[in-house]
T-cell receptor
C-alpha cells in the first residue's frame, strides 16, 4: 500500500523568507508525485508534478520540488514567499504498478506567511 | 471553461435524510473520483471510476453509493445521512488513471445535524 507523510502540519514564515514543506512517501512500486495547493474555500489546484526524468521539478508561482528516491522524499521549496502564498499544501502519490492507480494524499501543511 | 462542476455548494441535512451530490466534467476525462476532506485528515478517497461503466471503492466507502451516469457525470449518494458524514466533498477527474493530474471541483460543504 502507498502512503504519504507530510512532516509539518503548520509552517509559519515571514514574507520574503524561504520555505520548505516536507513530504515523504512509501510505495512498493514506481511512483508519480504531486503537490497541490488549496486556497481558503476553494478546490485543489496542481502546483507541480514528478512523473519521470529530471528530479528537480518547477511549478507555478515560483515553487519547485526535488524527488529523492533514496530518501523517498518530495520536498516543496520556494526561495521567497509572499502573503498570497498563504494556503494549505498537499503532497500526493500515485503508483504506476498494476491496478493501484489511486491518488493518495497527505494530511496537508498549512503555510501562513506573515508580514 | 467550466472544468469540474459540483452541485450543490452547501447543504444541511437531518440525520437519516438522503441526498445526491452531483458532479460533471467537460474535459472528456476517463477517470472520476469522490473525496472527503476533514480537518487534519487530508483528502480521503470514497469511490472512484476508472472509466465509464466502472466504479470501485476507495478508502472510506461505507455509507455512500455512486453512479457513473455517463462519461461526464459521476454522482455520490448518501442513503441515510449521519453526523459523521459532515465534511467537505470534492469531485475530481483525470484524463487517465494514476499518472495524470486530477482536476478538482470547488467542493460541497455538507452538514448533518
Amino acid at each position: 500500500a502507498q502512503s504519504v507523510t507530510q512532516l509539518d502540519s503548520q509552517v509559519p514564515v515571514f514574507e520574503e523568507a524561504p520555505v520548505e514543506l516536507r513530504c515523504n512517501y512509501s510505495s512498493s512500486v514506481s511512483v508519480y508525485l504531486f503537490w497541490y495547493v488549496q486556497y481558503p474555500n476553494q478546490g485543489l489546484q496542481l502546483l507541480l508534478k514528478y512523473l519521470s526524468g529530471s528530479t528537480l521539478v518547477k511549478g507555478i508561482n515560483g515553487f519547485e520540488a526535488e524527488f529523492n528516491k533514496s530518501q523517498t522524499s518530495f520536498h516543496l521549496r520556494k526561495p521567497s514567499v509572499h502573503i498570497s502564498d498563504t494556503a494549505e499544501y498537499f503532497c500526493a502519490v500515485s503508483s504506476s504498478g498494476g491496478s493501484n492507480y489511486k491518488l493518495t494524499f497527505g494530511k496537508g501543511t498549512l503555510l501562513t506567511v506573515n508580514p | 471553461n467550466a472544468g469540474v462542476t459540483q452541485t450543490p455548494k452547501f447543504q444541511v441535512l437531518k440525520t437519516g435524510q438522503s441526498m445526491t451530490l452531483q458532479c460533471a466534467q467537460d474535459m472528456n476525462h476517463n477517470s472520476m473520483y469522490w473525496y472527503r476532506q476533514d480537518p487534519g485528515m487530508g483528502l480521503r478517497l470514497i469511490y472512484y471510476s476508472a472509466s465509464e461503466g466502472t466504479t470501485d471503492k476507495g478508502e472510506v466507502p461505507n455509507g455512500y453509493n455512486v453512479s457513473r451516469l455517463n462519461k461526464r457525470e459521476f454522482s455520490l449518494r448518501l442513503e441515510s445521512a449521519a453526523p459523521s458524514q459532515t465534511s467537505v466533498y470534492f469531485c475530481a477527474s483525470s484524463e487517465r488513471r494514476g499518472y495524470t493530474e486530477a482536476f478538482f471541483g470547488q467542493g460541497t460543504r455538507l452538514t448533518v445535524v
